[in-house]
């Protein structure tokens, strides 16, 4: 029972991990090295691996042994047609249960995106970016399509930044954001919905555009 815990604590973190961007795509996990930091045994080390093998975030090479698993364009379009729909029915039934508090709060964040774009914070203006759409999605009363949309979002540092050093994206960003906004602040469900969705379409876009781009890059 305790061998079994090690093993699923190992997941766990490595997953975690993973997810967070802690490991960058295609650097090797050495077995030796984790089971001396995780102070086990390359036993669980293995098996943790071997489950996140089978989930894909984790491949086995010939001559090299575990590293970290890359997302292609086709992953990554994989995961945009469903965040595409996912997000645009979030926030059609968002608009009903968002509230002035609401609308101040999105106001406020769209406010200091703006600063963020202005001092070139990239990161600061992706923790905001993120911000405002959760800000939407979290009140559309599904918890299971919150979760859903939550665990796609999981994946967004294992492809190229979408905001860094890439100011004609973000300053489309912004006007998307604010036509968002205006569209909830009147209560138009569909509009909303329709400007989410090109919105997100957009950003797959642009997203598949880097990746490609960061590929023939290293050739």
């Not at 975030?57 to 575990?66: C, Q, R, W």
């Not at 860094?164 to 973000?170: A, G, R, S, V, Y």
């Not at 954001?177 to 009147?186: M, R, T």
Request: hydrophobic share 35%; aromatic share 8%.
């Amino acid at each position: 029972m305790e061998y079994r815990t090690k093993k699923e604590t190992i997941y766990e973190i490595l997953k975690k991990e993973i997810y967070e961007g802690k490991y960058e795509p295609g650097e090797k996990l050495v077995i030796s090295k984790l089971a001396k930091q995780f102070n086990s045994s390359e036993i669980p080390v293995r098996e943790a691996l071997n489950q996140l093998n089978s989930e894909g975030l984790v491949e086995f090479k010939p001559h090299i042994g575990a590293i970290v698993s890359s997302l292609s364009s086709k992953d990554i379009q994989d995961i945009f047609e469903l965040r595409i729909e996912l997000e645009g029915l979030a926030t059609r039934l968002a608009v009903e249960h968002i509230n002035e508090q609401d609308l101040e709060k999105l106001k406020k964040i769209l406010k200091d995106s703006q600063s963020a774009f202005e001092e070139k914070d990239y990161k600061k203006y992706e923790d905001l970016n993120k911000q405002f759409h959760m800000g939407i999605y979290n009140k559309c009363d599904n918890q299971l399509l919150i979760k859903l949309i939550n665990d796609l979002w999981s994946n967004t540092k294992r492809y190229p930044s979408l905001f860094k050093q890439n100011d004609e994206h973000i300053k489309l960003s912004i006007q998307e954001h604010q036509d968002i906004y205006d569209a909830i602040g009147k209560k138009d469900s569909e509009l909303a919905e329709n400007i989410m969705i090109k919105h997100k379409a957009r950003a797959a876009t642009e997203i598949i555009r880097r990746t490609q781009r960061d590929f023939y890059g290293r050739i």
